[in-house]
């Protein structure tokens, strides 16, 4: 069966969001501006978020805004890796010659993990547990992309 | 009215396609009208339609609004789920034992074939601190899952192809599944060997999504006893979902399935899955999760399910129909799980029925790593 474009949908509607952080994420971003990477603590159970929360889901509790927060430092450790060399964002999947690698990354003195790419590293080289350094953007914004990715420890 | 126990009375699911020749309105039509068929009723004995579709995946939003004429629902009582029609089961059957409705039609359906679904999953992220970083999608999200799996009990790639490879295999003995998906030759070689999606997932260990439809039709007691010989009993229900940043879980198991397993077998009086229950089928979307959702059930210890005998005449057949390997339909793979365990409990699964079905249980599963769980025990008999 021949294929064609009846209608091709590419944004005939512009509906950019502006979302809102609020306050914690926004201290957050804050702390991404000046290289710091914070959290907050639960008060009951004592779990520490990146990114922070207001509301700690295990304990049904508010962790409040003048609450404890960490600056933790710019270490992490690898919990889990991935390789692929489809583009996780492409409109249509597309395929490129050069392997990604994405890391489950907790910051050291956190409870929590976040996901990031692994910079300058080799898919046989990733091994769980290892210790990783951020690696920041050469011009910090006060957003997620503050943080260019994570990069092994020691290495170039 | 005094609501009991609802049964499921009718079914039916259109052939999953790869690239379906027919449009949305038509499966649909088909699915809901072929359900209305093998029951022998008709549109107007329909008193609420409940609908599974996603408006990412339709590119539009409120999609249930096109979808009124072909489902039936046309100047009915009708509501829609935003997940897997499994999950719109669960508020049909709300629906029935309201006591206000007779018989009530629940259908999923979507069309991979017509958007890039991998991509459209970043917009499941948080879109202001994951989503601008563009690393996580269902399929980075999946692999990690896997490798918490394989890392967290020292199971290897090889056990999940074995997965892969069984549903592969039975999927060539159901006639109604992805012609794609039969592959009665399957080897765990050729699964290993397959295009590496993102690692460690293959694309053969992946249920690739595609297109089709499903509806089943559920009725008060009473009712479906007027309406069939054969009613299959929802006598078991429980779902549960886990938290919404993947670095705030443990991967390798599945909290809200072993939640959801509790809830369901205590309402079905299940004390030991593995003896209780003849035959499941459980939507993986993955190989992996396949094992990671029978240990969560508990057919058997953390990390061990790889050894389960999972087979058509195993000591618990997992996934008969091939599972959603036989045709992962977003919205429906799951509806379609509880087909077959239909299908299996009236001994209409044909060429891929396990011999004595009596007790069975159908799951779906819907999120990144599968953040919602959903499981159903199911029965037959005229009592
Ligand atoms: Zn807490």
Known sequence: MAQKWIEKTEGIVRADFAYWVGKYMDKFYDGLEKQKIVGNKCPSCNKVYVPPRKVCGDCAATIPLDGEWLDLGTKGTLLNFTATRYSVSERRKKKSEKTTIIGLIQVDGSDTAVIYPILDAQEQDMKIGMKLDVVWNKKQQGTPNDIKGFKVAGGA | ?383
């Open chain 2, 1 to 383: 009215m005094n609501v009991d126990k609802v049964g499921i009375v009718g079914y039916y699911h259109i052939k999953p396609s790869m690239d379906l020749d027919m449009g949305r309105y038509e499966s649909i039509f088909r699915a809901v009208r072929g359900a209305l068929d093998s029951a022998k009723l008709e549109r107007k004995d329909l008193t609420s339609v409940v609908s599974a579709t996603n408006d990412f995946y339709d590119g539009r939003t409120i999609s249930n609004c096109f979808t009124v004429e072909p489902s039936g629902s046309y100047l009915k009582d009708e509501t829609k789920v935003e997940m897997d029609g499994a999950y719109a089961m669960l508020y049909g059957m709300m629906r029935v034992l309201s006591g206000n409705h007779k018989l009530v039609a629940v259908w999923g359906a979507s069309m991979a074939s017509c958007f890039p679904y991998e991509s459209v999953s970043l917009m499941a992220t948080d879109p202001t601190f994951e989503r601008p970083v563009e690393a996580l999608n269902v399929m980075t999200a999946g692999a990690f899952q896997m490798r918490a799996y394989m890392n967290k009990f020292g199971v290897g790639p090889e056990d999940i192809a074995s997965v892969a490879v069984k549903n592969r295999k039975n999927a060539a003995m159901n006639e109604m599944a992805l012609p794609e998906s039969q592959e009665k030759d399957a080897s765990v070689k050729g699964v290993l060997e397959s295009e590496v999606l993102s690692s460690p997932v293959t694309e053969k260990m992946y249920a690739r999504p595609c297109d089709g439809a499903a509806c089943v039709l559920l009725a008060p007691e009473q009712q479906a006893m007027r309406i069939t010989d054969t009613p299959v009993w929802i006598t078991g229900v429980g779902y549960s979902q886990e938290t919404y940043y993947l670095g705030d879980r443990d991967l390798s198991k599945s909290k809200s399935m072993e939640n959801a397993a509790r809830m369901a077998f205590k309402a079905a009086g299940v004390n030991d899955p593995r003896k209780d229950i003849s035959v499941a089928e459980l939507y993986e979307h993955f190989a992996h999760e396949e094992l990671i959702q029978a240990e969560a059930i508990g057919f058997s210890k953390a990390g061990q399910a790889a050894k389960l005998s999972s087979g058509i005449g195993g000591e618990i057949p997992i996934n008969p129909s091939g599972g959603a390997m036989s045709g992962n339909v977003l919205c429906a793979a799951g509806l379609m799980r509880v087909i077959e365990a239909v299908k299996q409990i009236k001994g209409e699964a044909k060429g891929h029925q396990v011999q004595g079905a009596e007790r069975a249980i159908a799951s779906g599963q819907w999120g990144f790593c599968a953040q919602n769980s959903i499981l159903y025990v199911l029965e037959g008999g005229r009592k």
